[in-house]
């Protein structure tokens, strides 16, 4: 997906030119995959240009860093200022955020505990991640042939740059077989996520979802879901779910910042059908509350002006 470039990206305490934003050859997180990164969404709400979760989005950058060793040049209330100044100056009504801590140029070998932390922040228009159409019709998911990582190999629990190679063989196999998307069982065979979303399915009108544990990442859109759950009505429940409880569940949906609710109607060719109605009433819900429509979750959303 080509970018719709805008104005200017963050630098090291600097608004650069989006063509010069640029790293030296030898930048060490290039060649070792040692960045941190998120993934956040602005939106066009009743209140102006508003950014969904945008501290709990940095809480979580902010964690995920410390899980490896890395202190932002900026603080917490430093990058949400920032990105909110972002995204005024750069215009845009609605956008996509991504917010990357990483190890700077200067060393080269495999200790990264002497290299200089960076950090940018870019924004641009990113419309639906898996397509317009996924929004409506559903997608068809393959589970993956590769296993999703292990805490004590590379931690789920952080939002790192080399993590997601994991993520890319899933997403590339799923791609090259004729699906949309992949989702990773762990090494015990309980699902955890799609290469880039929360999984939920719907079994006797109750949600169920993997917990943390498993190895999913604690997904801001999931935690925004099972709220929005509770709130309707809908029970909710982490428990563990093996592969089949996918193709023989009532409904099934991926939640992400990037893809937002998204349903399933396929996993590994047995249909699921149509998108149902807990997963309409939490999409529904979902588009209310991010753009400013639904009071109950106003204070997700943190204007930027
Ligand atoms: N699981 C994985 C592996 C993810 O990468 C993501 C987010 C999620 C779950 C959902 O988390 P959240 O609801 O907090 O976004 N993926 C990124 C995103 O911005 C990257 C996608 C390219 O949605």
Sequence with gaps: M???????????????????????????SLHYGWGVFEGI???????????????????????????????????????????????????????????????????????????????????????AYLGEEAFERGVRVKISSWRRLDPNIIPPAAKATGQYLNSSLAKAEALKGGYDEGILLNPNGYVTDGSGENVFVVREGTLLTPPLAAGCLAGITRASIMRIAEDEGIPVRETDLVRTELYLSDEAFFTGTAAEVVPIREVDDRVLGDPGPITRRVQEVFQAAIHGKDERYRDWLEPVG
């Design 41 to 127: 969404r602005a939106y066009d709400t009743t209140l102006g240009t508003a950014v969904f979760r945008l501290t709990d989005h940095m809480r979580r950058l902010f964690r995920s860093a410390k899980i490896y060793h890395m202190e932002p040049p900026v603080s917490l209330e430093g990058a949400i200022k920032i990105t909110k100044d972002l995204v005024a100056m750069n215009g845009v009504r609605a956008c996509y955020i991504r917010p990357l801590v990483y190890l700077g140029y200067g060393e080269i070998g495999l200790n990264p505990l002497n290299s200089p932390v960076s950090m940018a922040i870019a924004c641009w228009p990113w419309g």
């Design 2 to 28: 080509p970018f719709e470039a805008t104005h200017k990206i963050w630098m090291d305490g600097e608004y650069v030119d989006w063509d010069q934003a640029t790293v030296h050859v030898l930048t060490p």
